[in-house]
Nanobody, 125 residues
Framework: QVQLVESGGGSVQPGDSLRLSCAAS????????IGWFRQDLEKERQGISC????????YYAPSVKGRFTIARNRAENIWYLQMNSLKSVDTAMYSC??????????????????WGQGVLVNVSS
């Protein structure tokens, strides 16, 4: 079993930065893909960034590419999503999730079996 806990959400102004954290406890996630997802009230949940813990490969959705960065602190078992140049359209509930596979093409897939509770990011002037 794995528990994922996100932190770092909050309210910021357009152009600001935030760093989300996803702390994992329990079984090893070395052979998992970790994804960051977001969902607001009007849209379906979207996988915006993910990383293969096995290969280190990453994916970014076009909407966040160049602004967001996913990273892993292997020693502390924490995954980060650094979000820069935030826009109002980035306002959403952000969650991290883990899928038991080594490869990734993008962040899609129905095999994310562990999910965090989510944190709210509100970008508003």
């Amino acid at each position: 079993q794995v528990q994922l806990v996100e932190s770092g959400g909050g309210s910021v102004q357009p152009g600001d930065s935030l760093r989300l954290s996803c702390a994992a406890s329990g079984d090893s996630l070395d052979n998992y893909v970790i994804g960051w997802f977001r969902q607001d009230l009007e849209k379906e949940r979207q996988g915006i960034s993910c990383i293969s813990n096995s290969y280190g490969t990453t994916y970014y959705a076009p909407s966040v590419k160049g602004r967001f960065t996913i990273a892993r602190n292997r020693a502390e078992n924490i995954w980060y999503l650094q979000m820069n140049s935030l826009k109002s359209v980035d306002t959403a509930m952000y969650s991290c999730a883990a899928a038991p596979r080594r490869w990734l093409f993008d962040c899609s897939g129905s095999d994310y079996i562990y999910w965090g509770q989510g944190v709210l990011v509100n970008v508003s002037s």
